[in-house]
């Protein structure tokens, strides 16, 4: 595991930890407007619950699932393998749903300092968005790591490609084979043998 995939581990840590604290913050705050019976400072309504709130605890409770099985996969895969694409697919869909939660928390309740210093119920609100924007800010760092990490390993496959030498069947060249002559043997006959010991013919 090279210095990117720990620092991937230390960012998920720190998502899993502030994921808990946002789970605890909107858990509670889900629990103060469904028990609310007369309207507070910011609302006249009773027994009601924020949409975005719940969406913003859904999302801390995948994060905290995901973070936990993103360590796992990020510290027992190798690099470039189907585990570490998903853990990258599981981050960008944190950083949509943080993103959008954060936007419309901080939209909704924008300018909570008049009230945040005598009332409970605004310095959980602001809490909340602060730690919506952490875990943000967490994941998108995470997103750049995992891009990096991602074109890093690329960039290595390709230039490995280039510097190997092409592989090429193994050619034999055929070495020619010298002749051989046989010995030239003389093969003598026995009428070859009498005629050359017989003496000359004389005519009379």
């Known amino acids: 595991m090279g210095a990117l995939g720990i620092a991937r581990i230390f960012l998920h840590s720190l998502l899993w930890a502030c994921a808990v604290v946002l789970l605890g913050l909107t858990a509670y705050r889900i629990h103060y407007t469904k028990s609310l019976d007369n309207g507070d400072i910011l609302t006249s309504s ?3 619950y924020d949409g975005v709130i719940v969406e913003m605890m ?9 973070s936990m099985v993103c360590i796992g996969l990020i510290a027992g895969t190798r690099k470039g393998s189907r585990s570490s694409m998903l853990a990258e697919g599981w981050t960008w869909i944190l950083w949509v749903m943080f993103l959008v939660g954060a936007a419309i928390i901080t939209h909704k309740w924008l ?8 009332y409970k119920v605004c310095r959980i609100l602001e809490t909340i968005k602060a730690f919506s924007w952490i875990c943000f800010g967490l994941t998108s760092f995470l997103v750049l790591l995992g891009l990096i990490d991602f074109l890093f390993n690329k960039g290595k496959e390709t230039y490995r490609s280039k510097a190997a030498p092409a592989a090429y069947p193994e050619t034999r060249t055929a070495q020619p084979v010298a002749a051989t002559t046989a010995p030239h043997t003389t ?3 026995y009428t070859e043998v009498r005629a ?3 003496p000359p013919h004389t005519t009379v």
């Open 46 to 48: 009773s027994h009601f």
């Open 58 to 66: 859904v999302t801390s409770c995948l994060a905290i699932l995901g």
């Open 111 to 118: 300018h909570l300092k008049w009230c945040r210093g005598s």
């Open 187 to 189: 093969e003598t006959t």
């Open 196 to 198: 050359a010991n017989e």
